[in-house]
């Protein structure tokens, strides 16, 4: 009896150490908004296979997508707080950070080149800075977004198309009163509702990125894809500060550069995507509208400057000048 409890004990000893031996130094629980199949988590999975590769192991990467770990709210406040480690977030950093609001400004940025010269230089590195600073989160890569684009049932090449579209728009002020400026009636409505007020006439009009008018099925109840690129915008995938300055100087790098790896990565998968956004929805019957880009911006600035504030009005100058 005795000798076989010696056994078992020394068995679980070995077990125990083996366990141990494997274990990583270090666990980054990643949690954000993503389904399994979009490829923002894509793009996690590859961060998570170089960080763990590049580490021999002493970095572990748990990824939570579909908000396993609550909203993307809920998340920044889990990493402030030390319950998690990593997010993807945008203009909501603008709850602390106000030049973050930068990211959802329509008519920012004429197209993707801008916003990436932008974003890749001082103006990026300037927003970044007061992120950090505010939040104490660390934008280690990010990505670019689909822009939003108008649906409806009749062409809308001009702001005098618009002609009192009724509209549905996100509560968000900004986008409300830049859309009355071009001439819409806008109307904030949950997105759960705007399918059932297209197909009942209650609404004319909606607009979002290509990938949510796949994915709601609006080709069912929208004709035609005015491409109006009103808002372009990117976002970040962060850690927090504390946590990746917690870890010595060569896990950092690992981390930083298995960031640069997924930001490369998500890219190209983003640009194969938007193609074959485009392409779906033309085959499912819906005509994209080339609209006057330039006569919906000046039509759109007042609003904008408006709802602006020195110091976002200074970035968003320094953003036309570009």
Same mark, same amino acid.
């Given at each position: 009896?005795?000798?076989?409890?010696?056994?078992?004990?020394?068995?679980?000893?070995?077990?125990?150490?083996?366990? #141990?031996?494997?274990?990583?130094? /270090?666990? =980054? +629980?990643?949690?954000?908004? *993503?389904?399994?199949?979009?490829?923002?988590?894509?793009?996690?999975?590859?961060?998570?296979?170089?960080?763990? !590769?590049?580490?021999?192991?002493?970095? %572990?990467?748990?990824?939570?997508?579909?908000?396993?770990?609550?909203?993307?709210?809920?998340?920044?406040?889990?990493?402030? =707080?030390?319950?998690?480690?990593?997010?993807?977030?945008?203009?909501?950093?603008?709850?602390?950070? @106000?030049?973050?609001?930068?990211? $959802?400004?329509? /008519? *920012?940025?004429?197209?993707?080149?801008?916003?990436?010269?932008?974003?890749?230089?001082?103006?990026? $590195?300037?927003?970044?800075?007061?992120?950090?600073?505010?939040?104490?989160?660390?934008?280690? *890569?990010?990505?670019?977004?689909? !822009?939003?684009?108008?649906?409806?049932?009749?062409?809308?090449?001009?702001?005098?198309?618009?002609?009192?579209? +009724? &509209?549905?728009?996100?509560?968000?002020?900004?986008?409300?009163?830049?859309?009355?400026?071009?001439?819409? +009636?806008?109307?904030?409505? !949950?997105?759960? %509702?705007?399918?059932?007020?297209?197909?009942?006439?209650?609404?004319?009009?909606?607009?979002?990125?290509?990938?949510?008018?796949? #994915?709601?099925?609006?080709?069912?109840?929208?004709?035609?894809?005015?491409?109006?690129?009103?808002?372009? #915008?990117?976002?970040?995938?962060?850690?927090?500060?504390?946590?990746?300055?917690?870890? @010595?100087?060569?896990?950092?790098?690992?981390?930083?550069?298995? !960031?640069?790896?997924?930001?490369?990565?998500?890219?190209? &998968?983003?640009?194969?995507?938007?193609?074959?956004?485009?392409?779906?929805?033309?085959?499912?019957?819906?005509?994209?509208?080339?609209?006057?880009?330039?006569?919906?911006?000046?039509?759109?600035?007042?609003?904008?400057?408006? *709802?602006?504030?020195?110091?976002?009005?200074?970035?968003?100058?320094?953003?036309?000048?570009?």
């Amino acid at each position: 009896m005795i000798k076989k409890l010696l056994t078992s004990a020394v068995l679980a000893t070995m077990v125990f150490s083996a366990q #141990s031996a494997l274990a990583a130094d /270090y666990t =980054l +629980r990643f949690g954000h908004l *993503a389904n399994e199949q979009n490829i923002w988590h894509q793009a996690a999975e590859k961060f998570k296979e170089e960080v763990e !590769a590049n580490s021999d192991g002493r970095i %572990e990467v748990r990824l939570y997508p579909s908000e396993q770990l609550g909203s993307e709210m809920d998340v920044i406040n889990s990493i402030q =707080l030390g319950t998690a480690d990593m997010t993807i977030t945008g203009e909501s950093l603008q709850n602390w950070a @106000p030049k973050a609001a930068m990211m $959802a400004v329509p /008519y *920012a940025f004429r197209d993707s080149e801008h916003l990436h010269n932008a974003v890749n230089g001082e103006i990026g $590195a300037e927003i970044e800075e007061q992120i950090i600073e505010r939040t104490n989160l660390v934008p280690l *890569a990010w990505f670019e977004r689909g !822009a939003r684009e108008l649906t409806s049932n009749r062409p809308i090449r001009t702001p005098d198309d618009l002609d009192g579209l +009724r &509209l549905r728009v996100p509560n968000v002020p900004l986008f409300v009163d830049t859309w009355q400026a071009m001439g819409a +009636r806008p109307t904030p409505m !949950a997105f759960s %509702e705007v399918f059932t007020a297209l197909q009942q006439n209650t609404l004319e009009g909606q607009e979002n990125p290509l990938s949510l008018i796949e #994915s709601a099925s609006f080709n069912e109840v929208q004709d035609y894809v005015n491409m109006t690129g009103h808002v372009r #915008s990117w976002i970040y995938v962060v850690i927090g500060r504390n946590q990746l300055e917690n870890m @010595p100087e060569e896990l950092q790098q690992v981390v930083r550069d298995a !960031a640069e790896t997924m930001q490369a990565f998500e890219s190209e &998968l983003f640009v194969e995507d938007q193609k074959r956004l485009e392409q779906a929805l033309q085959e499912r019957g819906m005509e994209f509208i080339e609209v006057d880009v330039d006569a919906f911006a000046e039509a759109a600035r007042p609003a904008v400057l408006d *709802a602006l504030t020195p110091e976002q009005r200074e970035i968003f100058d320094a953003i036309q000048d570009l």
